[in-house]
């Protein structure tokens, strides 16, 4: 069934992701890769992966972008990106299968790959670019939000988080309910400002994205020393070299 | 979007074939259309010819063509599951329109009727197409009134022309004559409504832009400084179509040219000056059929490629 849940998920599980802290190793997109192309998705087809323009299904990529102010202040922000499990997502309602569908007990966006007919409109109605296609097997694929790995009792209960977040180096990805405000990631989100991407696009992502943190301001003068060996004043020197310099400019 | 040919050969295509069975219908209706079996058969044929070879073409553009029939499950929310039920129920009032007029020669009373709720669920058919592009807010090219409006007219008009060069084909003069003034209307019309298209998906309007993308704007323009991967991947290759502004200026004059222009220019000076059973006049009456269909392709194609989708916005679009 495409209709998007008819009483709103109890649990919104989703990612916060910490713009301060990422610094654009691709690890958790790599692990994402890793995980899933022999997890639910499998495989994560790639096409041409040692030729001249290599292709394949991914669900997470990592952008890096600049920002510059009037003031000529810039940033480099890296960027991971990946789907939102959005509230009223798109990709949902459009699908004619019923393929698409989002989960009523904890909120995550799935495609049942078994009745996919491959007609793309789901990644056309996806602001965000969170859906991949697979060309050799004709069906849509996305991130699952780990769902084989999250609720896996096999592994231990440390490790029952998404591919991404527990590869990343920098601890810049967070996992939880954002729909308890008591959980870690929505503290997380509310000390931070966690915002939402593109919301005039009317999908109410569930995932957040912390700013980076405001720079430091410069409090003390910073302006480096120049080493100027003919000092106008001796005011600041010892004691001797006072005496010397008196002495000399008699 | 990226033009692909078998889903701009399945709007152009079904949009003319539903169009040139409204107007056989309703004509069969208003009682001026000859129920001669041979005629109903070739001008039938066309029709359904244009409609079913339009679905194949969009079906075989799945992933997935053989699970196709598992489309017409989502009908609650999903407009392309909408348009699949409808043009299978459209074929039902056709079909039975279709049998009565070719195999038993009759197209009033009962069978006109059945024909005018065809024609009526043909419209409705064609609606649903455009709603498969106006519902999705991501492309804010489509998502807007002049793509339903746009594919309504086009597809009347497209059919009006199409009866005109058939029924002149047919020697059926006073018909033509009596199809040239919504024939010219629609032209108009058809023109009216891509120059406001073309004009609303160009008058600058924002809607997303980098900075909404990423969240970022707080700290300034963001511009694209490394890119996620080295090579395109299927977001760039289906949704990072790009055409240069100057080409799209030539296509839309083609556009309007073949589409619109042409065709009333040769429809008049033949209606004016050629007597419609003459050889020559039943050609032109075909070129000018064939030159607005040639113009709709460009149009159908100028509408994917001129469609910026935002997640380009990810990918160094500035704003969309």
């Known amino acids: 069934m495409t209709s998007l849940p008819k009483t709103a998920p109890k649990k919104k599980l989703g990612l916060v992701i910490d713009l301060d802290i990422c610094v654009g190793c691709h690890a958790c997109a790599v692990n994402c890769k890793e995980w899933n192309t022999s997890g639910k998705s499998a495989p994560l087809t790639d096409l041409n992966p040692h030729g001249k323009d290599p292709d394949g299904v991914w669900f997470n990529r990592i952008h890096t972008y600049e920002t510059m102010n009037d003031t000529g202040e810039s940033r480099t922000v890296h960027f991971p990106r990946s789907c939102l499990h959005c509230d009223d997502a798109p990709c949902v309602t459009v699908c004619p299968t019923g393929a698409s569908y989002k989960r009523e007990e904890d909120g995550i966006v799935l495609v049942n790959e078994d009745i996919c007919i491959g007609c793309k409109l789901c990644s056309w109605a996806c602001p965000y670019g969170a859906r991949g296609y697979d060309e050799t097997e004709g069906v849509m694929k996305k991130c699952t939000l780990c769902v084989d790995k999250i609720y896996n009792k096999n592994l231990p209960e440390e490790s029952r988080v998404p591919a991404c977040v527990s590869t990343c180096p920098t601890g810049a990805r967070h996992f939880g309910d954002l729909n308890d405000p008591g959980s870690d990631v929505s503290k997380l989100v509310a000390a931070r400002e966690g915002y939402a991407l593109m919301p005039e696009q009317d999908t109410k992502p569930v995932n957040r994205y912390l700013p980076p943190r405001p720079k430091q301001m410069q409090t003390v003068d910073q302006t480096p020393r120049a080493l100027i060996h003919e000092d106008t004043s001796s005011d600041a020197a010892p004691l001797l070299a006072r005496w010397v310099d008196k002495i000399l400019s008699v | ?320």
Not at chain 2, 20 to 36: M, N, R, S, T
Not at chain 2, 150 to 159: A, I, K, N, P, T
Request: proline content about 2%; hydrophobic content about 55%; charged content about 10%.
């Open chain 2, 1 to 320: 979007m990226h033009p692909a040919k078998s889903v701009i050969y399945f709007t152009v295509a079904t949009g003319a074939g539903y169009g040139l069975f409204f107007w056989l219908a309703l004509l069969a209706f208003l009682g001026v259309l000859p129920a001669d079996k041979f005629m109903g058969f070739v001008m039938l044929a066309i029709a359904f010819g244009l409609i079913v070879t339009g679905l194949i073409s969009y079906t075989g553009h799945l992933g997935r063509p053989e699970r196709a029939w598992r489309a017409l499950s989502q009908w609650r929310s999903s407009w392309l599951s909408r348009e699949g039920i409808m043009a299978i129920l459209t074929f039902i009032p056709m079909g039975i329109f279709g049998i009565y007029w070719v195999f038993l020669g009759q197209n009033t009373g009962f069978t006109a009727l059945v024909g005018l709720v065809g024609a009526g669920m043909a419209l409705v058919t064609v609606f649903t197409t455009s709603m498969i592009y106006a519902s999705l807010k991501a492309i804010p090219a489509w998502y807007n009134i002049w793509t339903k409006i746009g594919y309504l007219v086009l597809s009347l008009m497209s059919g009006a022309v199409l009866t005109l060069a058939l029924v002149s084909a047919f020697g059926l003069d006073e018909l033509a004559l009596f199809l040239l003034l919504p024939v010219a209307v629609l032209l108009l019309l058809g023109l009216v409504a891509k120059v406001f298209y073309w004009r609303h998906i160009h008058a600058g309007r924002v809607v997303s832009t980098a900075e909404s993308a990423t969240g970022l704007g707080r700290f300034g323009k963001v511009s694209q400084a490394a890119s996620p991967h080295s090579a395109d991947n299927y977001l760039l290759k289906e949704m990072g179509f790009k055409i240069a502004r100057k080409h799209a200026a030539k296509l839309r004059w083609i556009a309007i040219v073949f589409g619109f222009v042409l065709p009333f220019a040769i429809i008049g000076l033949t209606a004016n000056f050629i007597e419609i059973r003459d050889l020559a006049a039943q050609i032109f009456m075909g070129i000018a059929a064939a030159s607005c269909i040639l113009g709709l392709v460009f149009e159908r194609w100028l509408f994917f490629a001129e469609a910026k989708h935002v997640v380009t916005l990810y990918y160094g679009e500035t704003k969309v």
